[in-house]
């Protein structure tokens, strides 16, 4: 396998881009086309070898590089798929994004505005210097810092009653009970002193809400549920289903909520790369370290892509690929726009 090299992704995103604009004004696909784009777009990467698995969580090094899933769920609960979808890996921080919808259902989103922020930050999602220059604030609950925050933010009176609470939220947005990867949590436990430290810093600028060493060790835990690519596209489903399940029928969150968790998503959801992103796609979109990334077409549907293979800035090299394909096939760029004369 090599080492993804950041210039060939962008070369390659460039001819996509070209050819998003040659198809902008083409007649839109039909829904039944849905798993003849998830099949191109399969068969098309499948044996692309760049990337590299992250290695700093020690465990995430020995997970198959080869695993590669795609699938669609729609709004109205119909699942497009192709892949492996039966091998699970790490959520990692796709679970930013379901625990800062709770923490907006429960709390309302401006304390989430209040006590964390919304901003993207510039910098990488675990930048110390990021919290050091706003003493806390102006962050966003998709990059660690803020992600460690709204972990404390979740309503229970002890650990136990939040990490549950948590756990609850992700199971009910994936229609499916969800299992810790024990051996991903056990590593990355023992090596998140980042992460403790980065807690810390907040508790000094009085921007933790909860124990920083317990709030920390929550967080690792739910970086640590194992998934596969139609459960990530059914917890997706749910929030372009406006937080309502498509596949179980349970409301999860609000129409409100799912509107202020997406816009985060929209600005903050790829780390450095978030602009080329929703420059591409446009559709707001998470990754994680694990291997996958979701994206939300509001009131039509949820997509996910796992294959653990990372470029430089942290995100799936196969899936961000699969997903602007899918994306132009479907001629679903949502800033399309035709003239009205």
Not at 159 to 170: E, G, P
């Amino acid at each position: 396998m090599t080492k993804m090299n950041h210039s060939t992704l962008r070369v390659v995103l460039t001819s996509l881009f070209l050819a998003l604009s040659i198809t902008l004004h083409a007649q839109k696909i039909k829904k039944s086309d849905y798993q003849q784009a998830v099949d191109n777009a399969y068969e098309k990467y499948k044996t692309l070898k760049e990337g590299k698995n992250a290695d700093y969580i020690k465990e995430l090094a020995n997970v198959d590089p080869d695993i590669y899933g795609i699938a669609i769920v729609t709004a109205d609960g119909k699942v497009y798929s192709a892949g492996d979808l039966d091998t699970r890996v790490s959520i990692q921080s796709i679970s930013k994004v379901f625990t800062l919808a709770k923490v907006i259902e429960e709390q309302g989103p401006k304390e989430v505005f209040d006590k964390i922020g919304v901003d993207a930050t510039g910098m990488p999602f675990n930048s110390i210097i990021a919290i050091e220059m706003n003493e806390g604030k102006e962050i966003n609950p998709l990059v660690n810092p803020g992600a460690i925050a709204a972990t404390s933010m979740i309503s229970g009176v002890d650990s136990a009653a939040k990490w549950q609470n948590i756990l609850q939220t992700h199971n009910d947005f994936a229609g499916t009970e969800l299992n810790v990867n024990m051996p991903v949590y056990i590593s990355e436990a023992n090596d998140n002193l980042r992460n403790q430290a980065i807690a810390h810093l907040l508790k000094a600028y009085n921007r933790m809400y909860f124990d920083p060493v317990q709030a920390t060790d929550i967080y690792t835990k739910q970086c640590a549920l194992n998934v596969n690519a139609e459960e990530l596209a059914t917890m997706a489903a749910t929030l372009a289903n406006g937080g309502k399940n498509p596949i179980t029928g349970k409301t999860v969150v609000s129409p409100r909520t799912t509107t202020f968790t997406l816009s985060v998503m929209a600005t903050a959801g790829l780390y450095d790369d978030s602009g080329q992103w929703l420059f591409g796609v446009g559709l707001p979109g998470k990754s994680g370290v694990g291997g996958g990334i979701i994206a939300v077409s509001p009131g039509e549907f949820g997509i996910a892509v796992v294959s653990p293979p990372l470029n430089e800035v942290g995100n799936s090299v196969k899936a961000q690929l699969a997903i602007y394909d899918i994306i132009r096939e479907l001629d679903a760029h949502p800033y399309r726009i035709d003239p009205k004369n």
